[in-house]
């Protein structure tokens, strides 16, 4: 009979371990109120299993068995749906859930990992990939696995959790036993993204540290001391050269190299701060500070790649900076680096889920995106806020409109109009809707600044060309329409509109081959006919001998 392992392997469970015999070892679940959340964690991935074709009764049985801890059924429940869906990241990642929890720990590492292969950012795949490592006894994969992912992904606030846990049970394992100061430093991690009265009783039950507190050596400098002095006082001047005179005697004191390298910031003097700055993280790699100052260097000078490196590693050292987290958004979005935006917003809004703001740029990018799916829950719950965000109900206008919901999309602007005019990403839809009303010059006004922002979005070119057309304003039609037929040449309604706009002008040579062309390549539109009467009309008259 299998052993049952319904309690084990989850998140935030894990306490102590104690050898046996030597190479064996076996973890004390003595800490379990979080079982419970992590536990809902799983059952919630479940219950959000998309649709599937090839049997939605059979992912209900599925989510059912897991919801009642029938692991072992629900695995062969979603080993089925995997079979008839092998390319499905989320089915893998319930397989290898519900293997992690029925205790094959060898089949959930090959279905998280190709989970991961999928969907290189799925977050709780990664955090149960490390658990399913930790079963194995295989501490040092799951440590390189937490480390590495937390380099690119430090609010990751799970993984901080799980590796925290992990140096506790390293310590615990080595012969003697260390200090378990690198379990604190991830339990502080996790603990400055989120309060939770639980960790703080854990991180304070720890040793005291092993080590004495960063820089402690400066402040028994009495030339640092009167340094610090001078500068508080605004002598500015006799303050560098305080610094400067103690750092010729001691080029170690990393707190007297920063401070000078402040002075030299204000002073514009980059050179000098750049090079103090380095001398700070060459001497204490932890110096969250002096990395954020080097970014801010490093953008000043359009060194993006390395203000983005360095603006992770303050975010490594101290997740809670929120300066430094908006940022290397700002450094991401000049980048247009889209998919590294996306996985930080989420990683910050799983656990300030209240930060409206944040949710909203979140937003904007999962549409630029195409993810149509997850921007939807992500501003549906605001909805229903009071009072409600009138930017919210124009997304969502938007999205209902890009998903064919035509009367769903009108509801929603005809309430935000109401309130506000719409945000710039919503304008093209928004515009749709003006044109509904009869509105049509708000309409073309709306796509106009659109495009200034977005003059290569094809679509929107041929909604404001066809709109300005029909307002009179061919000169300006013709224009997008162009622009429109050399961005996307295969679209043959274009031959059309741009044959119309041209008769508008009075350009009839032009309008009957742009015409002709629409006939020839579309002979059975349903428009056909009539555009065949028009060519007529255009056509000259044979000259009579």
Known sequence: MPRDHSNAWLPDVLLTVKLQRETMFKIKYLYTPFKTMVTGLLVCAALSLPALAADLTLAEQAQAAFQAKSYSQ????????????????????????????????????????????????????????????????????????????????????????????????????????????????????????????????????????????????????????????????????????????????????????????????????????????????????????????????????????????DLYHVLWLRPEHDSARGLLLQVLTAQNQGAQLVVLLRDYLRFRPEDESARLQLVHWELKLNHRAEAWDLLAPLAESKPVNASVLHLLGKLAYLNGQKSKAEAFFAQAFAIAPPPAEALPEAAFWLSRQGRAGEALKYLENYLKTHPRDTQTLVAAGILASQQGQSAQAIAWLEQAQKQAPGQRELSKYLGLAWLKQGQKEKARSAIKLYLQQNPAAADAPALQELLKTLTPAPKSN
């Not at 859930?97 to 990992?113: E, I, K, P, R, T």
């Not at 901080?160 to 502080?188: H, K, M, T, V, Y």
């Open 74 to 309: 629900a695995l062969a429940l979603y080993l089925g749906l995997l079979a008839d869906n092998p390319g499905s990241a989320e089915l893998h990642y319930q397989v290898g859930s519900a293997a992690l929890l029925s205790g094959d720990a060898v089949l959930a590492c090959s279905h998280l990992q190709k989970t991961l292969e999928l969907a290189p950012d799925h977050l709780f795949a990664l955090n149960h990939l490390g658990l399913a490592f930790i079963q194995l006894e295989d501490l040092a994969a799951a440590r390189r696995l937490y480390s590495q992912t937390l380099l690119t992904r430090p609010l990751a606030r799970e993984l901080w959790f799980n590796l925290g846990q992990l140096e506790l049970i390293q310590s615990q394992l080595d012969s003697p036993a260390s200090a378990p100061d690198a379990a604190r430093a991830a339990w502080q991690r996790a603990l400055a993204l989120k309060r939770e009265p639980a960790l703080e009783k854990k991180l304070q039950a720890l040793p005291p540290l092993a080590v004495s507190p960063a820089f402690e050596p400066a402040a028994a400098l009495s030339g640092y001391r009167q340094a610090v002095a001078l500068e508080e006082q605004g002598k500015t001047a006799a303050a560098l050269g305080a610094y400067s005179q103690l750092l010729k005697t001691h080029p170690s004191c990393a707190p007297a190299a920063f401070r000078r390298a402040r002075i030299y910031l204000a002073a514009q003097n980059w050179r000098g701060a750049l090079a103090d700055l380095n001398q700070v993280i060459q001497q204490d790699p932890n110096h969250a500070a002096a990395y954020y100052e080097r970014a801010r260097l490093a953008i000043r000078s359009k060194n993006l790649v390395s203000a983005e490196a």
